[in-house]
T-cell receptor
Framework: EPEVTQTPSHQVTQMGQEVILRCVPISNHLYFYWYRQILGQKVEFLVS????????KSEIFDDQFSVERPDGSNFTLKIRSTKLEDSAMYFCASHSYNEQFFGPGTRLTVL | GQNIDQPTEMTATEGAIVQINCTYQ??????LFWYQQHAGEAPTFLSY????GLEEKGRFSSFLSRSKGYSYLLLKELQMKDSASYLCAVRSPTGGGNKLTFGTGTQLKVEL
């Protein structure tokens, strides 16, 4: 069964450093998303992406965040200058119509 | 704005039936999703409702009433492995992105 994959599974970085989180959505899906979940809190929407552009973004997704689809399969989230409060699980998701599938997540720890 | 409410915790007995409720007030509605999430893992899709009524899928069923802003997830023949957090999420087309807005999740504990 096709699935969303994400790398790395864990990322530890120093405050102020740039990180890139990578995702490979399900191949025939057209809508891609990034969500995050701070430990013990609810899943929060960050950004949606369709037709090679951002279709919606939340208040969390400020100028420090960017997304890119550099080729036909990868979808990346970049955080330019990480802060302590960026520590969370980051989930990539993709959907075709009724089902939105999540990847296994990247646990980002900012020290 | 978006507001989704579900109980924080529930406890049930192995083999029993449990119903997890979810109420929502959202600007725009394009379907309600239920996900299961084990600690430290990704949400796993369980069900999707866009029309009123009951959708059944094995031991899991989900109900939606759009006029009442209400849904429930019904789990039958509970097993220990069903101990997890159950997330209610509403999809909204506003902004063009079809984003999901999640509730805080209901932590279900299944006991012997």
């Amino acid at each position: 069964e096709p699935e969303v994959t994400q790398t790395p599974s864990h990322q530890v970085t120093q405050m102020g450093q740039e990180v890139i989180l990578r995702c490979v959505p399900i191949s025939n899906h057209l809508y891609f998303y990034w969500y995050r979940q701070i430990l013990g809190q609810k899943v929060e929407f960050l950004v949606s992406f369709y037709n090679n552009e951002i279709s919606e973004k939340s208040e969390i997704f400020d100028d420090q965040f960017s997304v890119e689809r550099p080729d036909g399969s990868n979808f990346t989230l970049k955080i330019r200058s990480t802060k302590l409060e960026d520590s969370a699980m980051y989930f990539c998701a993709s959907h075709s119509y009724n089902e939105q599938f999540f990847g296994p997540g990247t646990r980002l720890t900012v020290l | 704005g978006q507001n989704i409410d579900q109980p924080t915790e529930m406890t049930a007995t192995e083999g029993a039936i449990v119903q997890i409720n979810c109420t929502y007030q959202t600007s725009g509605f394009n379907g309600l999703f239920w996900y299961q999430q084990h600690a430290g893992e990704a949400p796993t899709f369980l069900s999707y409702n866009v029309l009123d009524g009951l959708e059944e899928k094995g031991r899991f069923s989900s109900f939606l009433s759009r006029s009442k802003g209400y849904s429930y997830l019904l789990l039958k023949e509970l097993q220990m492995k069903d101990s997890a957090s159950y997330l209610c999420a509403v999809r909204s087309p506003t902004g063009g992105g079809n984003k999901l807005t999640f509730g805080t999740g209901t932590q279900l504990k299944v006991e012997l």
